[in-house]
């Protein structure tokens, strides 16, 4: 047995043996009616680890007759990038150069603008890949000339067959009649995360360390108690945990929520857990119990400082209080109503008196009884609108009464 990885000994070297992004290389996919055209454009490929990214940039190369040379923004500078662009003349490709050039996000601004030059003058055609949010990473004037693909998280559905292959492409290598149990390479795919190259890397290790079968027990030893299985931070399982928690504690249900908690925390998950805590008191019990968004800071921030297994008491304390809470999400509701109008322009112009320097005709408040005098705040053509409705709880009711009392 050699040591290339094993993810590196089955890379497919066609459309039709990729595991998932059906949605960009089925014969339908996008990517793939653009290859059998002839006609490639400039590219930025992100999404997770693993997801077959560089993958689709070589079959991209070998299907377009164009040269291809990879670089890795974490190590490579202009002058490598220069350097390629030397070797365009003496590439005897009939289509030129395909820089693929990986983790883009690590090129600072003048690195990337520098590439403005080769790819819009057809010397280059560039497929950048990155998993980060590229429109936060990438800048806008090479972000303009390029065609943003997303890579999603491959299921553990399409991952298990590319494992099943494997165990054949290895005992072939070897010489070795090794079986694999499915109960195994479903369990490893599922623990991969969405990550074909993770989860053949587990099955190597497994391959190795195994006699003459992979059963899950000599698989689970290659899966820390923090496992994918339990919790897969970017993919589709962690998500949902996210999304149970918050349903859980807007549905009032507190034996629900610590469930979720549990699960989030025995993945070893701290920081996403009081992140959707902290929108969960703003988001969900508002201005029912204002102080919600207060007491859960003090508790997210105990949690942080605390670390586990003690950070689980003071956020098992967050979820049942945000669960045994009143709920309202006025406050969502209005801002989102707000936003709408925004974005159909309105609003755009608003009142004299609030116009800065001279705000001419502008009353203070507190110079008059109870600090309120009635004046125009909106714009002219959103007069009369309500974006806030009181909720139906003891605080906004209580606050209801107070100010239809001053107001009337």
Same mark, same amino acid.
């Given at each position: 047995?050699?040591?290339?990885?094993?993810?590196?000994?089955?890379?497919?070297?066609?459309?039709?043996?990729?595991?998932?992004?059906?949605?960009?290389?089925?014969?339908?996919?996008?990517?793939?009616?653009?290859?059998?055209?002839?006609?490639?454009?400039?590219?930025?490929?992100?999404?997770?680890?693993?997801?077959?990214?560089?993958?689709?940039?070589? @079959?991209?190369?070998?299907?377009?007759?164009?040269?291809?040379?990879?670089?890795?923004?974490?190590?490579?500078?202009?002058?490598?990038?220069?350097?390629?662009?030397?070797?365009?003349?003496?590439?005897?490709?009939?289509? #030129?150069?395909?820089?693929?050039?990986?983790?883009?996000?690590?090129?600072?601004?003048?690195?990337?603008?520098?590439?403005?030059?080769?790819?819009?003058?057809?010397?280059?055609?560039?497929?950048?890949?990155?998993?980060?949010?590229?429109?936060?990473?990438?800048?806008?004037?090479?972000?303009?000339?390029?065609?943003?693909?997303?890579?999603?998280?491959?299921?553990?559905?399409?991952?298990?067959?590319?494992?099943?292959?494997?165990?054949?492409?290895?005992?072939?290598?070897?010489?070795?009649?090794?079986?694999?149990?499915?109960?195994?390479?479903?369990?490893?795919?599922?623990?991969?995360? #969405?990550?074909?190259?993770?989860?053949?890397?587990?099955?190597?290790?497994?391959?190795?360390?195994?006699?003459?079968?992979?059963?899950?027990?000599?698989?689970?030893?290659?899966?820390?108690?923090?496992?994918?299985?339990?919790?897969?931070?970017?993919?589709?399982?962690?998500? $949902?945990?996210? #999304?149970?928690?918050?349903?859980? @504690?807007?549905?009032?249900?507190?034996?629900?929520?610590?469930?979720?908690?549990?699960?989030?925390?025995?993945?070893?998950?701290?920081?996403?857990? $009081?992140?959707?805590?902290?929108?969960?008191?703003?988001?969900? @019990? #508002?201005?029912?119990?204002?102080?919600?968004?207060?007491?859960?800071?003090?508790? $997210?921030?105990?949690?942080?400082?605390?670390?586990?297994?003690?950070?689980?008491?003071?956020?098992?304390?967050?979820?049942?209080?945000?669960?045994?809470?009143?709920?309202?999400?006025?406050?969502?509701?209005?801002?989102?109503?707000?936003?709408?109008? @925004?974005?159909?322009?309105?609003?755009?112009?608003?009142?004299?008196?609030?116009?800065?320097?001279?705000?001419?005709?502008?009353?203070?408040?507190?110079?008059?009884?109870?600090?309120?005098?009635?004046?125009?705040?909106?714009?002219?053509?959103?007069?009369?609108?309500?974006?806030?409705?009181?909720?139906?709880?003891?605080?906004?009711?209580?606050?209801?009464?107070?100010?239809?009392?001053?107001?009337?």
């Amino acid at each position: 047995m050699t040591n290339r990885p094993l993810a590196d000994k089955l890379r497919p070297t066609s459309f039709d043996e990729i595991a998932g992004q059906k949605h960009l290389i089925s014969e339908q996919g996008v990517i793939r009616r653009m290859v059998n055209t002839g006609r490639i454009t400039n590219m930025i490929f992100y999404g997770p680890p693993g997801t077959g990214k560089t993958t689709v940039a070589n @079959i991209i190369a070998k299907n377009s007759d164009m040269e291809l040379y990879r670089l890795n923004a974490t190590t490579a500078s202009l002058s490598d990038v220069k350097e390629v662009i030397a070797q365009s003349s003496s590439v005897f490709s009939s289509r #030129g150069i395909l820089l693929y050039l990986d983790e883009i996000q690590y090129f600072n601004k003048k690195q990337q603008q520098s590439l403005l030059e080769y790819i819009e003058d057809g010397r280059v055609t560039l497929i950048a890949s990155t998993t980060e949010n590229p429109y936060f990473y990438i800048y806008d004037a090479l972000l303009s000339r390029c065609s943003v693909f997303e890579f999603k998280h491959i299921s553990a559905k399409e991952i298990f067959p590319v494992l099943r292959r494997a165990i054949d492409a290895m005992n072939e290598e070897n010489s070795s009649p090794k079986k694999a149990t499915d109960e195994a390479l479903e369990f490893l795919a599922a623990c991969a995360g #969405g990550d074909v190259r993770h989860a053949l890397t587990l099955l190597e290790g497994a391959y190795i360390a195994s006699d003459d079968i992979i059963t899950i027990d000599v698989a689970k030893e290659f899966i820390p108690s923090a496992s994918a299985g339990l919790f897969d931070r970017d993919g589709d399982t962690h998500y $949902c945990l996210l #999304g149970a928690l918050q349903k859980s @504690i807007r549905g009032s249900d507190p034996d629900a929520a610590v469930f979720y908690l549990a699960r989030l925390l025995e993945g070893g998950d701290i920081i996403s857990a $009081c992140r959707r805590l902290l929108v969960i008191a703003s988001e969900d @019990i #508002g201005l029912a119990y204002p102080q919600a968004a207060q007491i859960t800071y003090a508790l $997210c921030e105990s949690a942080k400082q605390l670390g586990m297994p003690e950070a689980r008491i003071p956020l098992a304390n967050c979820a049942i209080m945000l669960a045994t809470a009143p709920k309202s999400n006025s406050a969502e509701s209005a801002i989102d109503m707000a936003l709408e109008d @925004i974005r159909g322009g309105k609003g755009t112009t608003f009142p004299v008196h609030l116009q800065a320097p001279l705000f001419k005709g502008y009353k203070y408040p507190h110079s008059y009884p109870n600090h309120y005098v009635k004046q125009q705040y909106l714009p002219d053509d959103l007069v009369g609108k309500h974006y806030y409705t009181y909720g139906e709880n003891k605080t906004e009711q209580a606050a209801k009464l107070y100010w239809d009392n001053i107001k009337k």
